[in-house]
């Protein structure tokens, strides 16, 4: 069964450091999400992009975080520099289309010191 | 603005039927999910429901949709310690183009 991978799995960073995470959807979808999740909250969508293009980044902090998808393909998010309050789990979702059901990564959990 | 609530903890007695409620606020919801996270994992699709529908069952798992009183919950039969996890209700909106809101997550403790 296809699955959204992600990478890397667990990352451990000082603050002020960069860090990156790395989403490959399923083949075939045409929208990727990143979301954050903090321990004991629900997801929030931090990027949309529908093929290379972003859709919506209304909630991604842009002092700090950057979100590519150069090929409409797979993706990376890049925090420069981590502060401590990144701690999180960053998940990456890919569907079909922007309406469509959305299939979910095991994630990468941030921590940051 | 638009939310999606949740009660935080359920316990259940293995082998009974587990009820998660969820309450939502957006009367233009298309379509209302339930996913499940185990621990460290990802979020995984367990069932999802249109909004002109009030009942769907696949399963252990029936889930029934208010739509006058936006209540939506998941009945998971006979419940195993397998299904131990957080589920997470969702719901998308036509009035958000299409994005996903979605609640705090139930944790669901199985007592032996």
């Known amino acids: 069964e296809a699955e959204v991978a992600q990478s890397p799995r667990y990352k451990i960073t000082e603050k002020s450091q960069a860090v990156a995470f790395w989403c490959d959807p399923i083949?075939?979808?045409?929208?990727l999400y990143w979301y954050r999740q903090i321990l004991g909250q629900g997801p929030e969508l931090l990027v949309q992009?529908?093929?290379?293009?972003?859709?919506?980044d209304s909630q991604l902090p842009k002092d700090r975080f950057s979100a590519e998808r150069l090929k409409g393909v797979d993706s990376t998010l890049k925090i420069q520099p981590a502060e401590l309050g990144d701690s999180a789990m960053y998940l990456c979702?890919?569907?079909?289309?922007?309406?469509?059901?959305?299939?979910f990564g095991a994630g990468t959990r941030l921590s940051v010191l | 603005g638009e939310d999606v609530e949740q009660s935080l903890f359920l316990s259940v007695r293995e082998g009974d039927s587990s009820v998660i409620n969820c309450t939502y606020t957006?009367?233009?919801?298309?379509?209302l999910y339930w996913y499940k996270q185990e621990p460290g994992a990802g979020l995984q699709l367990l069932t999802y429901?249109?909004?002109?529908?009030d009942m769907k069952q696949d399963q252990r798992l029936t889930v029934l949709l208010n739509k006058k009183d936006k209540h939506l919950s998941l009945r998971i039969a006979d419940t195993q310690t397998g299904d131990s996890a957080i589920y997470f209700c969702?719901?998308?909106?036509?009035?958000?183009?299409?994005?996903?809101?979605f609640g705090k997550g139930t944790r669901l403790h199985i007592l032996p």
């Open positions: 957006d009367s233009s919801s298309t379509y």
């Open positions: 979702a890919s569907s079909v289309s922007g309406e469509g059901i959305q299939y």
């Open positions: 429901i249109f909004s002109n529908m």
């Open positions: 083949s075939g979808h045409a929208t």
């Open positions: 992009f529908q093929d290379e293009s972003v859709v919506d």
């Open positions: 969702a719901e998308i909106s036509m009035n958000r183009d299409d994005k996903i809101i």
